[in-house]
T-cell receptor, first 115, second 114 residues
Framework: AQKVTQAQTEISVVEKEDVTLDCVYETRDTTYYLFWYKQPPSGELVFLIRRNSFDEQNEISGRYSWNFQKSTSSFNFTITASQVVDSAVYFCALSEVDSNYQLIWGAGTKLIIKP | ETGVTQTPRHLVMGMTNKKSLKCEQHLGHNAMYWYKQSAKKPLELMFVYSLEERVENNSVPSRFSPECPNSSHLFLHLHTLQPEDSALYLC?????????????FGEGSRLTVL
């Protein structure tokens, strides 16, 4: 069974629209971490955020915000006022004790921001 | 210099060739990783090195052979590959293995096997 599900394969929006990328995870551990990474066309994955399972506070960083809800096992990512430079593939990942903290990756969501 | 550098960026090889991918990190990290990224599949962890010792080998075929001569360099030696091995190979490093440290990635080596 998939442990990290990113159901949206591809999303296309017009610049300045808000967009939310969904991430649903599955774990039996009480201690775990959730991540978002961005992969622009150049190829390298860029770390965006890490959240531990004991901190459900939402986080905002500029136009980026993250909504962590343990009740629904979701860790969604919202970009406000999207820009063309936000176009990339975004990956959600889970790190848990059972897997020795190795990252378990979702399949990624390709985000296309049209000018 | 960028944190993690991979060379070559692109590589085309025949099934009988022997080639190597190189990764170098300038971050003073103790753990290094090889990942394989194929189209429409989640990233696959191939190998993990911690303090130059291999600590993970996720059932990778023996035609892929990693080498970590020191904590800053990581190689992936390739021989008798198959066309299905064509993919983007990503190198990453972290401060330490495990403990949910963030990973720093290189831009990858795009491998095409003919």
């Amino acid at each position: 069974a998939q442990k990290v599900t990113q159901a949206q394969t591809e999303i296309s929006v017009v610049e300045k629209e808000d967009v939310t990328l969904d991430c649903v995870y599955e774990t039996r551990d009480t201690t775990y971490y959730l991540f978002w990474y961005k992969q622009p066309p150049s190829g390298e994955l860029v770390f965006l955020i890490r959240r531990n399972s004991f901190d459900e506070q939402n986080e905002i960083s500029g136009r980026y915000s993250w909504n962590f809800q343990k009740s629904t096992s979701s860790f969604n990512f919202t970009i406000t006022a999207s820009q063309v430079v936000d176009s990339a593939v975004y990956f959600c990942a889970l790190s848990e004790v059972d897997s020795n903290y190795q990252l378990i990756w979702g399949a990624g969501t390709k985000l296309i921001i049209k000018p | 210099e960028t944190g993690v550098t991979q060379t070559p960026r692109h590589l085309v090889m025949g099934m009988t060739n022997k080639k190597s991918l190189k990764c170098e990190q300038h971050l003073g990290h103790n753990a290094m990783y090889w990942y394989k990224q194929s189209a429409k599949k989640p990233l696959e962890l191939m190998f993990v090195y911690s303090l130059e010792e291999r600590v993970e080998n996720n059932s990778v075929p023996s035609r892929f052979s990693p080498e970590c001569p020191n904590s800053s360099h990581l190689f992936l030696h390739l021989h008798t590959l198959q066309p299905e091995d064509s993919a983007l190979y990503l190198c990453a490093s972290s401060q330490a293995r495990g403990a949910a440290g963030e990973l720093f990635f290189g831009e990858g080596s795009r491998l095409t096997v003919l």
